[in-house]
């Protein structure tokens, strides 16, 4: 059996005043795996507590299957939980291991079968007489997937079930998990926030910041049509380059995007995209740029719709079967904060609510909180203090090539930029071409 999950602005809150989870709404298909990806403290687990019933919802509903579940003790959800501490009971085999939850659910009937074929399944079975110090890392996380599975759960909740194993076995591990969870059909909700398990685990991805949905979509459409900047920065290795941009669009000539010492020429005639930015004339703006959409070439190879930059070498990093280069375009880097650890700001709601109750400030208050705060600011409100300085990174643009292709620290290369790829984005971090009414279609 397996069920849909549903929340309906649901919000959890510890401390007055500070939601950790602020008004999150997913609904969650029969059979689904859905992957909430977020940096530290963005509230993950918080989320995966209250499906499970181990953490009351605060505000909010949560059904399953249509059905209002927010009373339900955990026993009475149905949900099996993997977590990334993981615990087995030392003084037990792998076999009473996975086999204890059978029997506190029905004491009477043999767990051996069922033990069996879930070792099986996840090829333990060697293991099964094992005891969990007797047996590696990995061992000991498929033991406690088995526990998971054994019981035939109609919804897992795993959470960051991966993240203390080696990388290699986390990769085979992630494999297994999503070829288990296919075969058993069963939704499953996995939290992590590395965004590479995410994009190859997800058939959707929820992206959350500061206990905020930032956006929900399949691997590709979060990718391609990220809705801000903080999705943009938060997927995709190397890390999209964020620069700071002026948009200059004269009435007589070719519009440009303004990089410091270098321009981005929009080619001609302007797409559709390009035309809408024109509103964007003499303002800030962030253009993002993946490292796949620019190409080191001779500025004679430029194909229509590129545009040139010059950029120079600061850095080479060898990775074996591509390069990645660091250049040095004369451009700002664009600084998103929050990527790593977001913190929900605490909202004086008493004080705000007893000034004014107008329709306009409730707007007001609603639209503030549903974003957490500006995903970026380009330009600093003139009471907050001076930020730390960011760790300099060599150069500005990462641009990834061939190992082919000799390039040393010093030199001047030109950098043809495909504009199909370009994202730009305003002061505020949202997506302004492409045009974010594109979003809906892409899954179509
Ligand atoms: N019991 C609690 N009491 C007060 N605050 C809490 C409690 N549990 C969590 N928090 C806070 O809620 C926020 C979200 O925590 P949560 O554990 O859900 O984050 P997370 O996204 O899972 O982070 P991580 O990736 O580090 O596990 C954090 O700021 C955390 O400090
Ligand atoms: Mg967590």
Same mark, same amino acid.
């Given at each position: 059996?397996?069920?849909?999950?549903?929340?309906?602005?649901?919000?959890?809150?510890?401390?007055?005043?500070?939601?950790?989870?602020?008004?999150?709404?997913?609904?969650?298909?029969?059979?689904?795996?859905?992957?909430?990806?977020?940096?530290?403290?963005?509230?993950?687990?918080?989320?995966?507590?209250?499906?499970?019933?181990?953490?009351?919802?605060?505000?909010?509903?949560?059904?399953?299957?249509?059905?209002?579940?927010?009373?339900?003790?955990?026993?009475?959800?149905?949900?099996?939980?993997?977590?990334?501490?993981?615990?087995?009971?030392?003084?037990? =085999?792998?076999?009473?291991?996975?086999?204890?939850?059978?029997?506190?659910?029905?004491?009477?009937?043999?767990?051996?079968?069922?033990?069996?074929? =879930?070792?099986?399944?996840?090829?333990?079975?060697?293991?099964?007489?094992?005891?969990?110090?007797?047996?590696?890392?990995?061992?000991?996380?498929?033991?406690?997937?088995?526990?998971?599975?054994?019981?035939?759960? @109609?919804?897992?909740?795993?959470?960051?079930?991966?993240?203390?194993?080696?990388?290699?076995?986390?990769?085979?591990?992630?494999?297994?998990?999503?070829?288990?969870?296919?075969?058993?059909?069963?939704?499953?909700?996995?939290?992590?926030?590395?965004?590479?398990?995410?994009?190859?685990?997800?058939?959707?991805?929820?992206?959350?910041?500061?206990?905020?949905?930032?956006?929900?979509?399949?691997?590709? @459409?979060?990718?391609?049509?990220?809705?801000?900047?903080?999705?943009?920065?938060?997927?995709? =290795?190397?890390?999209?380059?964020?620069?700071?941009?002026?948009?200059?669009?004269?009435?007589?000539?070719?519009?440009?995007?303004?990089?410091?010492?270098?321009?981005?020429?929009? &080619?001609?005639?302007?797409?559709?995209?390009?035309?809408?930015?024109?509103?964007?004339?003499?303002?800030?703006?962030?253009?993002?740029?993946?490292?796949?959409?620019?190409?080191?070439?001779?500025?004679?190879?430029?194909? &229509?719709?590129?545009?040139?930059?010059?950029?120079?070498?600061?850095?080479?990093?060898?990775?074996?079967?591509?390069?990645?280069?660091?250049?040095?375009?004369?451009?700002?880097?664009?600084?998103?904060?929050?990527?790593?650890?977001?913190?929900?700001?605490?909202?004086?709601?008493?004080?705000?609510?007893?000034?004014?109750?107008?329709?306009?400030?409730?707007?007001?208050?609603?639209?503030? @909180?549903?974003?957490?705060?500006?995903?970026?600011?380009?330009?600093?409100?003139?009471?907050?203090? &001076?930020?730390?300085?960011?760790?300099?990174?060599?150069?500005?643009?990462?641009?990834?090539? =061939?190992?082919?292709?000799?390039?040393?620290?010093?030199?001047?290369?030109?950098?043809?930029?495909?504009?199909?790829?370009?994202?730009?984005?305003?002061?505020?971090?949202?997506?302004?071409?492409?045009?974010?009414?594109?979003? &809906?279609?892409?899954?179509?």
């Amino acid at each position: 059996m397996t069920r849909a999950i549903s929340l309906h602005d649901v919000s959890k809150t510890y401390t007055r005043g500070v939601r950790v989870v602020d008004r999150l709404s997913l609904d969650i298909a029969p059979g689904e795996f859905l992957v909430l990806l977020g940096p530290s403290g963005c509230g993950k687990s918080t989320v995966l507590r209250m499906i499970a019933g181990l953490e009351e919802v605060t505000e909010g509903q949560l059904l399953l299957d249509g059905e209002y579940a927010n009373h339900l003790i955990p026993a009475e959800r149905d949900v099996a939980m993997v977590f990334q501490n993981f615990a087995l009971y030392p003084n037990m =085999t792998s076999r009473g291991n996975i086999g204890f939850p059978l029997r506190v659910e029905n004491p009477g009937a043999d767990p051996g079968p069922r033990v069996d074929a =879930t070792a099986r399944m996840l090829g333990i079975e060697d293991l099964l007489d094992r005891y969990p110090g007797q047996l590696s890392g990995g061992e000991r996380q498929r033991v406690a997937m088995g526990r998971a599975i054994a019981r035939h759960p @109609s919804v897992f909740l795993m959470d960051e079930p991966l993240s203390n194993l080696d990388a290699k076995l986390r990769n085979h591990l992630r494999a297994e998990i999503a070829r288990l969870t296919r075969e058993l059909g069963v939704t499953t909700v996995y939290v992590t926030h590395d965004q590479a398990e995410a994009m190859s685990l997800g058939d959707r991805v929820a992206v959350l910041r500061g206990g905020v949905l930032q956006q929900v979509g399949s691997p590709r @459409s979060v990718y391609a049509l990220p809705r801000n900047v903080f999705v943009a920065a938060f997927i995709g =290795t190397p890390r999209i380059n964020l620069l700071r941009g002026l948009v200059r669009a004269p009435l007589d000539g070719a519009m440009t995007i303004s990089l410091g010492k270098q321009f981005l020429r929009l &080619p001609e005639p302007l797409s559709l995209d390009h035309q809408l930015l024109r509103v964007q004339q003499g303002r800030e703006v962030i253009v993002g740029l993946r490292s796949e959409a620019i190409r080191i070439a001779k500025r004679a190879d430029a194909r &229509p719709g590129e545009a040139v930059l010059t950029g120079l070498v600061e850095h080479v990093e060898f990775q074996g079967h591509e390069v990645l280069v660091h250049f040095n375009t004369g451009s700002q880097a664009a600084v998103v904060p929050d990527l790593e650890a977001p913190r929900p700001v605490a909202r004086p709601s008493r004080r705000r609510r007893r000034e004014g109750s107008g329709v306009l400030d409730r707007l007001r208050e609603r639209a503030g @909180s549903l974003r957490a705060g500006p995903v970026v600011a380009l330009d600093d409100p003139p009471d907050t203090a &001076p930020r730390p300085a960011e760790p300099r990174l060599p150069g500005d643009l990462v641009v990834r090539t =061939t190992p082919d292709i000799d390039l040393r620290h010093g030199m001047q290369v030109p950098l043809l930029v495909d504009i199909a790829h370009l994202f730009v984005f305003d002061q505020h971090g949202e997506r302004i071409s492409p045009a974010p009414a594109r979003l &809906p279609d892409l899954d179509e």
